[in-house]
């Protein structure tokens, strides 16, 4: 045998334990992976049974949906079945209500009431086959982040700005006697 050379030859018992040094070495990243794969699959199947614009499913915390002419509406009968709220219609006003809450739409109106508060949506409450709907812009985007805070990712402020809004010539928005640039002088 030449010197610096060393034997091929193993044993049986040597592979065993090379074999085994290789899969330790492995094991780690093999369970990574596949730990990952099991969380990505786990978040997929939490999305499909938690959200709550899975297209007309039959589960009661899903909201169905209908394409009208202004874009996709929600059956407020619905949003009020997914936040576990009591639906009543009287005339062209729907309410929905729980314990912590209170909501009041009118058909045809963007205005609405929640808690006694007026707010305005941005696109008014539809009727079709006899059951308001809500635009999915307003729920995705104003109803849902104050009735489930949780929704909104927590921030820190590190800045506040002020638009003085309009001035002069130009009064701004009016409403109910109220004047944009009277109510944003610097």
């Not at 409450?125 to 059951?131: D, I, R, T």
Request: aromatic share 8%; net charge positive.
């Amino acid at each position: 045998m030449r010197t610096g050379v060393t034997s091929q030859s193993a044993t049986s018992k040597d592979l065993t334990r090379n074999s085994g040094a290789e899969c330790c070495r492995c094991k780690p990243v093999r369970f990574r992976w596949l730990m990952m794969v099991f969380l990505v699959l786990c978040c997929i199947g939490l999305f499909q049974t938690a959200h709550p614009l899975n297209g007309g499913a039959s589960r009661p915390s899903s909201i169905r949906y209908r394409n009208l002419a202004a874009g996709r509406y929600l059956y407020l009968r619905d949003v009020a079945a997914y936040y576990g709220m009591n639906y009543s219609v009287s005339g062209k006003t729907v309410r929905l209500q729980s314990r912590y809450s209170a909501l009041r739409f009118t058909q045809n109106s963007r205005i609405f009431k929640i808690n006694g508060v007026e707010a305005n949506l941005s696109f008014a409450v539809a009727k079709e086959q006899n059951e308001l709907m809500l635009a999915q812009t307003d729920f995705q985007h104003f109803i849902d982040p104050i009735l489930r805070r949780g929704t909104i990712p927590r921030r820190r402020v590190r800045h506040i700005m002020l638009d003085p809004g309009h001035g002069g010539n130009d009064p701004g928005a009016q409403s109910q006697g109220v004047v944009e640039k009277n109510v944003n002088r610097c």
